[in-house]
């Protein structure tokens, strides 16, 4: 028999009650019990949602991040909060957030640096080292959740962070090797691994995503020796590698001293018969055949005709699942009662894909013919996608045939730019910015609300958001900032907001994915070829502009980032699609121009998130990243000043594709890190004018004006001063006003005392 598993669930909840739950802790709102009482009922629907499988996931849920849980499993947890008196969930917080509570704002310390998993939109935590970390394990909370399901009769599969990939995700902060602490680590996972025995666990899943990394021979070692020494006769261990192919680390995968192995069917399927050939008859193989990254149906019928000789030949050896976590998709497709039902007829989020998956599992043990009406609904659904006339549009694809190099050149080089910019703009030294959003109050989300119910009309509607912006420009005018925004109080989302206004969207109700902590976005659905109908910005941001004389930049998302943080059309190339993109932003960035906006930022945040996870892969994706940017924003004349802006990414390895792209000036984050992004420009002269993030705007701590000026000191050590920007790290609109205000005013008085002293 076949058997079916999952491994990981998303844990925000269909309504994000978790989200909600949070915020009002940290507000100090609710009680800890509180947000406990509803973890434990979140945990539980989830579960529930989850019994048909033969093994459901337990250890998947977390308050805020999976790997912080590891973590504080490990009992790494950084100096800076060892000592601070409080709860322990206080201090994951702290180290998550920089502080637990409103109430708790006198124990604030600096958080620990956030970073993206793998090559999706999920933030995670990183892990801090130093040759001196011990690590010691904390087990009573993954205990107790594994004991809860339990009591419910939940059949249970532990899952945790591999130890290789956990130190392969972390950071040294005092240059030690890594790999020097996986002996220290290893007997922790040892001693978990006894105790999960002890409760009479049949199985474990153990994660290393690295696997499907490329990987130096150190490392490869290391993953061999690790496994040897967690070699125990129970629970058996399943090695789950997924997001990519195993490729140079096959055999090691396949040789691993363990029970059972998952790949990542979706994107390894040419792989699956020699793994199939080099695995040992006596071990499992998980074959991840639903993509958990995707919103589209899984093809059953092509599904099987794969699946069932291998299931002949493996019989009860073969496991089906997700090919990663479901944590990447939105929960629940049945509240889509908005959506466009041909649309909607097209798409599976998590449940649907259990539903899919307990389907291939029923008609391979029991025949095809025990779902042949599930299976014959499946193939109808995907046969008019594939025919449906709405998902091709031959003009969009004649203006994409068009193209050539010119369109991605600007008529001058980057000094040439300059000085004509420097002429118009006149600003001083170390100018001042934000990136582009503030504060979304609750008066401005209930007046979307208002708005798309039709309780106002477009007339009020209009007025209300003029109004928010008369409010940003005021308080930009107070603060003495050197380049202003308009706030982007329209804006839901910065790539749904766009979505909504080009041909090829569509857009779910609830469809929220976690991107860090609290913080969910809703992927618009990218089915369709992609045309820009009419303006989508120039109204707000002309009228912002006529409110003062300085200088007001349009505020666009680029490319690559409307691309990579959509759920994308599988049916063509991801270029394809990134080119029609290009077009239609690059229509809004001329008519921007055309109505006297000077500055113009293009926000790329994902590019790199993007980047296949094998560098050798790396330059076909940079190609035509970099060229879809620089169609979307080399139309304009040499006067009109070009921004970008990319966050919580690691660059410092394409920093060269980034020079490529000729912005005037990137903003990027580096204030978490403590400018160590910047370590790039030591060895690269980047060409072009440079905004560094001093200010952590995804934590309430407001930094003040020393510690300012020391971080542009550092980056003063890599960047000539003349080149340098001062801005927050990403957009404000998650802080309040309470917090923005003083941190943008200590901004703004760190600029001043650097113009003084030069």
Not at 300 to 311: C, M, N
Not at 418 to 429: F, N, R, S, V, Y
Not at 480 to 501: I, K, P, S, T, W
Not at 669 to 692: C, H, Q, V, W
């Amino acid at each position: 028999m076949a058997v079916t598993h999952n491994l990981g669930f998303p844990r925000i909840g269909a309504g994000r009650e978790l989200k909600f739950a949070l915020e009002n802790y940290w507000k100090g709102l609710s009680s800890q019990d509180d947000l406990k009482a509803e973890g434990a009922r979140l945990r539980r629907q989830h579960w529930e949602h989850q019994t048909g499988l033969d093994f459901v996931p337990v250890g998947d849920f977390s308050y805020y991040d999976h790997i912080l849980d590891m973590s504080f499993l490990l009992g790494n947890v950084p100096d800076r909060v060892r000592n601070i008196s409080g709860t322990t969930l206080d201090n994951y917080f702290r180290v998550a957030r920089g502080r637990s509570t409103v109430q708790s704002s006198c124990c604030s310390v600096h958080a620990g640096e956030m970073t993206k998993w793998f090559d999706t939109n999920y933030h995670y935590i990183v892990p801090e080292f130093t040759a001196d970390t011990v690590f010691s394990l904390h087990a009573s909370e993954f205990l107790a959740q594994l004991q809860e399901a339990r009591r419910l009769g939940i059949a249970t599969k532990p899952v945790i962070i591999g130890p290789v990939t956990y130190l392969w995700l972390g950071k040294s902060k005092d240059d030690c090797n890594r790999l020097s602490l996986l002996p220290r680590l290893l007997p922790i996972y040892r001693e978990l691994l006894d105790k999960l025995a002890q409760e009479g666990i049949e199985w474990v899943q153990i994660d290393e995503p690295i696997l499907v990394t490329e990987l130096s021979p150190e490392w490869q070692a290391a993953v061999g020796m690790a496994y040897e020494a967690l070699a125990i006769n129970r629970p058996k261990i399943l090695v789950a590698a997924y997001f990519g192919q195993l490729q140079e680390n096959l055999d090691l995968a396949c040789g691993l001293p363990v029970a059972g192995l998952h790949i990542d069917a979706i994107n390894g399927r040419a792989e699956v018969d020699e793994i199939i050939r080099r695995l040992p008859e006596d071990k499992v193989l998980s074959l991840g055949v639903i993509n958990g990254r995707n919103i589209w149906k899984t093809d059953l019928h092509a599904t099987l005709e794969w699946l069932e000789p291998i299931h002949r030949a493996l019989k009860e050896r073969l496991w089906i699942a997700p090919s990663c976590s479901l944590l990447h998709v939105p929960v629940d497709l049945h509240s889509e009662q908005k959506l466009d039902p041909e649309i909607r007829s097209w798409l599976a989020f998590a449940l649907q894909k259990l539903e899919e998956l307990t389907i291939l599992g029923k008609a391979l043990n029991d025949g095809r013919v025990s779902v042949q009406e599930a299976l014959v609904a499946n193939s109808s659904a995907i046969e008019k996608r594939h025919t449906s006339h709405r998902v091709k549009n031959p003009g969009v694809r004649a203006n994409v045939e068009r193209l050539d190099a010119g369109w991605g050149r600007r008529a001058g080089s980057y000094e040439q730019r300059a000085a004509k910019q420097a002429a118009i703009l006149g600003l001083p030294e170390f100018p001042t910015t934000t990136i582009g959003s503030f504060p979304q109050t609750a008066e401005i989300r209930e007046t979307r609300s208002k708005f798309r119910r039709g309780e106002l009309d477009q007339a009020a509607y209009s007025a209300l958001m003029k109004r928010e912006i008369e409010r940003c420009v005021h308080e930009q005018d107070k603060l003495g900032l050197d380049v202003y925004v308009h706030g982007e109080a329209e804006r839901n989302d910065m790539v749904e907001y766009f979505g909504e206004q080009l041909e090829g969207y569509a857009f779910s109700q609830f469809g929220w994915v976690q991107s860090y902590g609290s913080r969910c976005v809703k992927p618009p659905i990218l089915f369709g070829d992609v045309s820009r109908p009419q303006a989508m910005t120039v109204e707000w941001t002309r009228y912002a502009q006529s409110l003062t004389n300085k200088p007001m930049k349009g505020m666009l998302t680029g490319p690559v980032t409307m691309l990579n943080w959509s759920f994308v059309r599988d049916d063509q190339p991801r270029a394809a699609t990134c080119y029609q993109l290009a077009l239609a932003i690059r229509g809004e960035v001329l008519d921007l121009e055309k109505a006297g906006i000077r500055i113009i930022q293009i926000d790329e945040a994902a590019l790199r998130e993007g980047l296949p996870l094998r560098r050798s892969q790396w330059h076909e994706y940079l190609q035509w990243a970099v060229e879809a940017f620089r169609i979307t924003a080399n139309g304009v004349k040499d006067e009109t000043q070009i921004h970008t802006h990319m966050c919580y990414s690691e660059f410092n390895d394409i920093i060269h594709a980034i020079a490529d792209m000729d912005a005037d000036v990137i903003t990027i984050e580096t204030s978490r890190s403590d400018m160590e992004l910047l370590d790039a420009f030591e060895d690269f002269k980047y060409p072009n004018e440079i905004g560094p993030g001093v200010y952590d705007i995804h934590s309430p701590n407001i930094p003040n004006t020393a510690e300012i000026i020391q971080l542009l000191r550092n980056a003063a050590q890599r960047i000539p001063a003349s080149r340098l920007w001062v801005n927050p790290d990403c957009g404000l609109k998650t802080r309040s006003w309470e917090e923005v205000i003083p941190a943008l005013r200590n901004m703004v008085e760190a600029a001043k005392a650097l113009r003084s002293a030069n």
